[in-house]
């Protein structure tokens, strides 16, 4: 088992920053991939950043340029850095922790960005 803790989200004008953290614990393989997703009302859950052990990372189109994923292996921890935020950019966002046939999710945290 894999616990995943999320913390970091809340209320922000648009133009502003959030900083998401999410700390694993448990069953935790030193090669894995973690990252983001979220979810809006009504629509799918939706990659926003992944990155590997290694320290590769991918992003969602849409953020490209305005969002940064990072890890600290030591501390089994993802970051999501989020500049430039827009009202599109609220939802509730997930961590996610895969490895092979793992993969857990957080409880979400929410984002909201006002206009």
């Known amino acids: 088992q894999v616990r995943l803790v999320e913390s970091g989200g809340g209320l922000v004008q648009a133009g502003g920053s959030l900083r998401l953290s999410c700390a694993a614990s448990g069953s935790i393989f030193s090669i894995n991939t973690m990252g983001w997703y979220r979810q809006a009302p009504g629509n799918q859950r939706d990659l926003v950043a992944s990155?590997?052990?290694?320290?590769?990372?991918n992003y969602a189109d849409s953020v490209k340029g305005r969002f940064t994923i990072s890890r600290d292996n030591a501390k089994n921890t993802v970051y999501l850095q989020m500049n430039r935020l827009n009202p599109e950019d609220t939802a509730v966002y997930y961590c996610n922790y895969r490895r092979i046939v793992q993969n857990y999710w957080g409880q979400g945290t929410q984002v909201t960005v006002s206009s």
């Open positions: 990155i590997i052990s290694g320290g590769t990372a």
